[in-house]
């Protein structure tokens, strides 16, 4: 008989042995206490519903589509004196779109010849005189536009994920530390971080409200997201990167692109990182790009701890984006659709998040009474204003690190370790970028090997 199948080489790239040069080592705290503490309630925050008023600060947006448009808006709200002075993008109908929906929604206004086209556009945002870059391009190319706006000593705003393989996910990490060591601060679009009830969780669980964590399950179960076909008048790589949310190269998949949250969430509540990710998942249902439409992750922590991670995007499933933490007296349930809780070993209500907002109806609901979109940028400017550098770069680069990890083992059939992550010379994605054809490979990896039967004569 013969066996087919593909190189893990290509999902994995050459992992080298450990403690290879050039390996950064991440400084995010591990484990959590095995000895419980004691419980009893605490208060989390203060809260600021705004920022503190200063000199003006001028933000520069690199990524015009829909969540630039939004983080534009999001900083504006933010406090007083916040301005959008800068727009780039790679087309100059997504500039002009966030250009007319600022004007539309908060009458306010981008220069002219403050909005830049063209894959260089980022670097003359960069140089434009901004204070602060708001990074919301497709995730590929975050760690390139991160290093330049540290070097150019810009504070950030960076839309997660923040890389898309090994390579950018160590390139972020020390970036992270560079931008630590020139004061500047970093905040990622990783909002639960930032959104009050998942902070009030995090903070009774920091109080010992379950005990010590023992496992866990996170979610991110919805409907498809949007695509778009391609159009006679574009080149192969301007479709690719209007569809960018279809193709791993520049989404990183959508394990990486949008259940990072999830992952985050683990990540944060443990205070650590798994070490291995034994995963499977398939494409059934996606007709356009290379990704898969569902992942099924376990993963495995240095202490032995399991947390199962689910994802899926397609039509007409089950919907659940949730966190469960499970700890050795009780567990929490973090949801931004239902409210946050925690709950005793006999499945009894034992702390619930109370502050959320009302509709304009005076009904209530499950949003706090501060989006978080717009608190991580409060915080931001905050962290500004106040001359006390704020970082969360790292720990976003660990938590994107993590999904990928997730990814390659369902791409290869195969358990992949963090170890692997930290030395592979794994890079995606093209080496030329000009609107022409795109050389990389596009079909849809599929695990293990394939059985061929011999044919008989």
Request: net charge neutral.
């Amino acid at each position: 008989m013969k066996k087919s199948s593909i190189s893990r080489r290509k999902f994995l790239g050459k992992a080298a042995t450990v403690g290879a040069a050039g390996i950064v080592v991440p400084s995010i705290l591990t484990g959590c206490s095995s000895e419980p503490k004691p419980y009893k309630e605490v208060a989390s925050g203060p809260w600021l519903d705004t920022a503190p008023d200063g000199p003006v600060l001028k933000a520069g947006l690199i990524g015009c589509g829909g969540r630039g448009t939004g983080a534009a808006q999001n900083f504006i709200d933010a406090g007083l004196n916040l301005q959008i002075a800068a727009l780039g993008d790679t087309f100059k109908d997504k500039v002009e779109s966030t250009r007319a929906t600022l004007i539309k929604n908060r009458n306010h206004e981008v220069p002219e010849d403050k909005c830049f086209v063209g894959f260089d556009a980022f670097q003359k945002v960069i140089d434009s005189g901004v204070d602060i870059i708001i990074l919301a391009t497709p995730p590929f190319f975050r760690p390139e536009h991160l290093a330049a706006a540290i070097a150019a000593r810009k504070h950030v705003f960076a839309e997660k994920p923040v890389c898309v393989d090994p390579t950018g996910a160590r390139s972020v990490m020390a970036t992270a530390i560079k931008a630590k060591e020139l004061g500047l601060s970093i905040v990622t679009g990783t909002q639960r971080r930032h959104q009050r009830d998942y902070v009030a969780a995090y903070t009774q669980v920091q109080a010992g409200a379950i005990g010590h964590i023992v496992g866990g399950n996170v979610y991110w179960n919805q409907n498809r997201l949007w695509h778009r076909d391609p159009d006679p008048s574009w080149s192969e790589m301007e479709w690719m990167i209007r569809n960018w949310v279809n193709w791993t190269w520049l989404s990183g998949d959508h394990i990486v692109e949008q259940h990072v949250h999830n992952l985050d969430v683990m990540n944060w509540f443990t205070g650590s990182h798994p070490v291995k990710a034994t995963a499977f998942g398939s494409r059934l249902r996606r007709y356009t790009g290379d990704q898969y439409d569902n992942f099924s992750v376990d993963y495995i922590f240095e202490n032995g701890m399991h947390f199962h991670s689910m994802c899926r995007q397609i039509n007409g499933t089950s919907g659940n984006v949730a966190e469960m933490v499970f700890g050795s007296d009780g567990y929490v349930h973090t949801s931004d659709r239902r409210i946050c809780a925690i709950y005793d070993k006999n499945n009894q209500l034992k702390w619930e998040f109370g502050d959320y907002a009302p509709d304009k109806d005076g009904k209530p609901t499950h949003n706090p009474k501060v989006s978080p979109s717009v608190q991580e940028h409060i915080e931001l400017v905050t962290s500004i204003r106040t001359q006390k550098p704020f970082n969360e770069l790292e720990n976003t680069a660990i938590s994107t690190m993590t999904a990928i990890m997730g990814r390659i083992s369902a791409y290869t059939g195969k358990d992949t370790s963090w170890d692997e992550m930290m030395n592979s010379d794994l890079k995606i994605g093209p080496t030329v970028f000009e609107l022409g054809p795109v050389n990389i490979p596009k079909e849809v990896p599929i695990a293990g090997e394939a059985f061929i039967p011999e044919v008989k004569k």
